[in-house]
C-alpha cells in the first residue's frame, strides 16, 4: 500500500538535503538544546559506491556558540559518545563520522550518527549548566556568610521538601524562623535547570502558599526573557548573584534573633 500523499510531503520536509561543496548537507529531526536542528553531511568514498557521514565539526561549533570552550577538551567524552553509537571521533578535526557506508546503510547511519552528536552536546551542556548553578550556590554561602546577618543556625543547606505532588523536591538552602521559611535555589538558563526549578517552585507553593521562593541566577543580560518570565511566575523575587544577594538581605537580613 502507498503511502498517503500528504504524509509523504510532510516526512519529506524533515530531511532536508541540499549540496554544499561536493557533500550533501543533511539537517536531520535531531534537534541541540537550543533548538536548533543537527546537521550532517555525506560524502561519497573514493570507490564512489560507499559514503562517510559526518557533522564537520559542527558539534564542537554549537558548544562555541553557546559560550562553552571546547580547545583541547572533552575528547574523551566524544569518544566515549561515538564508540556507544559504534561511531567515530576525530580529535584533530573536532568531528564526529561513520565508516564506509553503502547507499542502502545510509538512512540509519545518518540517524545514529544525529542521535550521536545531539547526545554529545547535551551532555557538555547540561554538565556546564550544573558546574554553573554550583558556582552560584557557592557564591550564594559566601554572601550569608559574609554579612552575618541570618544566624547560621536559621540556614539549613540541602533542605527538602514535599511538595503538592507528593514529590520531594531539593533546594540548596531554606532559611527557618517561626514566622516564615525562605526556600531558596539557583537556576541557569538552561532548560535542565529552568524546567526542575519552574516544577518545583510551583509544586511547593500550592502545598505551602506562605513560604518565600527566592530564585538566585548569574549573567542575567544572557538570559532569555521567556525563561527568565518562566522563572519570575513562579517565584517571589529572582535574585542577581552578581548583586552579592543585597535586595534578599535587605528583604530578610532583619531576622537575627
Known amino acids: 500500500m502507498n503511502c498517503d500523499i500528504e504524509i509523504k510531503r510532510a516526512l519529506e520536509k524533515l530531511h532536508a538535503c541540499d549540496i554544499l561543496e561536493g557533500a550533501q548537507r543533511i539537517s536531520t529531526t535531531c534537534l541541540y538544546p537550543d533548538g536548533a536542528r543537527v546537521t550532517l553531511f555525506a560524502y561519497r568514498t573514493h570507490k564512489n559506491a560507499e559514503f562517510v557521514v559526518t557533522d564537520d565539526g559542527d558539534a564542537y561549533e554549537v558548544l562555541r556558540s553557546y559560550g562553552i570552550d571546547t580547545i583541547s577538551k572533552y575528547t574523551k567524552t566524544a569518544h566515549d559518545t561515538a564508540s556507544k553509537f559504534d561511531m567515530n571521533f576525530n580529535k584533530e578535526l573536532s568531528n564526529f563520522y561513520s565508516d564506509p557506508v553503502t547507499s542502502e546503510m545510509l538512512p540509519a547511519t545518518i540517524a545514529y550518527l544525529a542521535n550521536c552528536v545531539q547526545k554529545f552536546v547535551q551532555q557538555i551542556n547540561d554538565k556546564m549548566e550544573l558546574e554553573n548553578e554550583k558556582d552560584i550556590r557557592e557564591r550564594i554561602d559566601e554572601c550569608l556568610e559574609s554579612y552575618h546577618l541570618i544566624p ?79 522563572i519570575e511566575s513562579v517565584v517571589d523575587n529572582v535574585n542577581y548573584i552578581e548583586e552579592k544577594m543585597k535586595p534578599f538581605m535587605k528583604r530578610y537580613g532583619y531576622l537575627q534573633n
Open 152 to 230: 547560621e543556625r536559621n540556614i539549613v543547606r540541602d533542605f527538602e521538601i514535599i511538595g503538592d505532588s507528593g514529590k520531594t523536591h531539593n533546594f540548596s538552602h531554606a532559611i527557618l524562623r517561626e514566622e516564615r521559611t525562605i526556600l531558596v535555589s539557583p537556576v541557569s538558563d538552561h532548560h535542565a535547570s529552568i524546567a526542575p526549578a519552574y516544577m518545583k517552585f510551583n509544586d511547593v507553593y500550592t502545598q505551602n502558599p506562605d513560604y518565600k521562593r527566592e530564585a538566585v541566577i548569574s549573567n542575567v543580560s544572557a538570559w532569555g526573557s521567556n525563561n527568565l518570565n518562566l
